[in-house]
């Protein structure tokens, strides 16, 4: 079973770059495609980014497109997620998912494998 920890969130201004990274215990990460997700308070958990097992294929949600970059070193068992020229729009809490198989993309509910979780606030 893999167990997913996110960090690299903080606080910082608008323009800014943050690396998020998805470190994955055990061993079969590899077996796992991957997912960074979002959410705001009384919001839905909205998707952001994904990416397949091997690392081959991605895919965006628009407001990020050209701004995000998805990755993964299974090597190193973690996933990460650049953000650069961030946005205030681009706050909240961001979490990594991942399930087994090549690739799921956006779709939320075929994920079973989530982190706690990790801010992100962006000042104006």
């Known amino acids: 079973q893999v167990q997913l920890v996110e960090s690299g969130g903080g606080l910082v201004q608008a323009g800014d770059s943050l690396r998020l990274s998805c470190a994955a215990s055990?061993?079969?990460?590899?077996?796992?495609?991957m997912a960074w997700f979002r959410q705001t308070q009384g919001k839905e958990r909205e998707f952001v980014a994904a990416?397949?097992?091997?690392?081959?294929?991605?895919d965006y949600v628009n407001s990020v497109k050209g701004r995000f970059t998805i990755s993964r070193d299974n090597a190193k068992n973690t996933g990460y997620l650049q953000m650069d020229s961030l946005k205030p729009d681009d706050t909240a809490v961001y979490y990594c998912?991942?399930?087994?198989?090549?690739?799921?993309?956006?779709?939320?509910?075929?994920?079973?494998?989530w982190g706690q979780g990790t801010q992100v606030t962006v000042s104006s």
């Open positions: 998912a991942a399930g087994f198989g090549e690739y799921i993309g956006p779709h939320t509910y075929l994920y079973d494998l």
């Open positions: 055990g061993r079969a990460f590899g077996n796992y495609a």
């Open positions: 990416i397949s097992r091997t690392g081959d294929v991605t």
